[in-house]
T-cell receptor, first 113, second 111 residues
């Protein structure tokens, strides 16, 4: 167990819908990262938050947004869902910068039908 | 921008043999080089990492070597076992805010 908690584990929804994925980082970690992993693909970095503030943005679609709350948990919101959004979404946390070890949650598997 | 190339994309070795995966990077400011292992359907997990002030690091059957001049680093797995079958990702980091990831190597251990 990495100490990073993601909910839900599985999510099945329809095209056009909106979903929210939740992540609780390890105790003491201030940075949260979101990644998308499509079937048999690599890790696509979406966005990073540090202590409530957005710090870095990767290949995140405009239909996607995220935030980090004062208690440091983070939510990733996916809207106007398309079939191609079906993927594993991972959250990771680290103490601070990219020179720190990232610990991954178990992921949320999103299926858009 | 920063780029990490990882080779090979698939590697098949006989059980008991060694496996080597190589990554090259472009950002000379990179100072942190982790390797993650991802088993099918599971989360990526750190297996070993190295920082730029060290040339080699070992942990039992796995080792990482770093050549900062040539900007490449490699993962070495000796005496491979069936449980080593997984996808391995390299990454680089610096004082900025995100790791730059390689595309992954699928390691297949043949019995």
């Amino acid at each position: 167990d990495s100490g990073v908690t993601q909910t839900p584990k599985h999510l099945i929804t329809a095209t056009g819908q909106r979903v929210t994925l939740r992540c609780s980082p390890r105790s003491g970690d201030l940075s949260v990262y979101w990644y998308q992993q499509s079937l048999d693909q690599g890790l696509q970095f979406l966005i990073q938050y540090y202590n409530g503030e957005e710090r870095a943005k990767g290949n995140i679609l405009e239909r996607f947004s995220a935030q980090q709350f004062p208690d440091l948990h983070s939510e990733l919101n996916l809207s106007s869902l398309e079939l191609g959004d079906s993927a594993l979404y991972f959250c990771a946390s680290s103490v601070d910068t990219a020179s720190d070890i990232q610990y991954f949650g178990a992921g949320t598997r999103l299926s858009v039908l | 921008g920063e780029n990490v190339e990882q080779h090979p994309s698939t590697l098949s070795v006989q059980e008991g043999d060694s496996a080597v995966i190589k990554c090259t990077y472009s950002d000379s400011a990179s100072n942190y080089f982790p390797w993650y292992k991802q088993e099918l359907g599971k989360r990526p997990q750190l297996i070993i990492d190295i920082r730029s002030n060290v040339g080699e690091k070992k942990d039992q059957r796995i080792a990482v070597t770093l050549n900062k001049t040539a900007k490449h680093f490699s993962l070495h797995i000796t005496e491979t076992q069936p449980e080593d079958s997984a996808v391995y990702f390299c990454a680089t980091g610096d004082s900025n805010y995100q790791l730059i990831w390689g595309a992954g190597t699928k390691l297949i251990i043949k019995p």
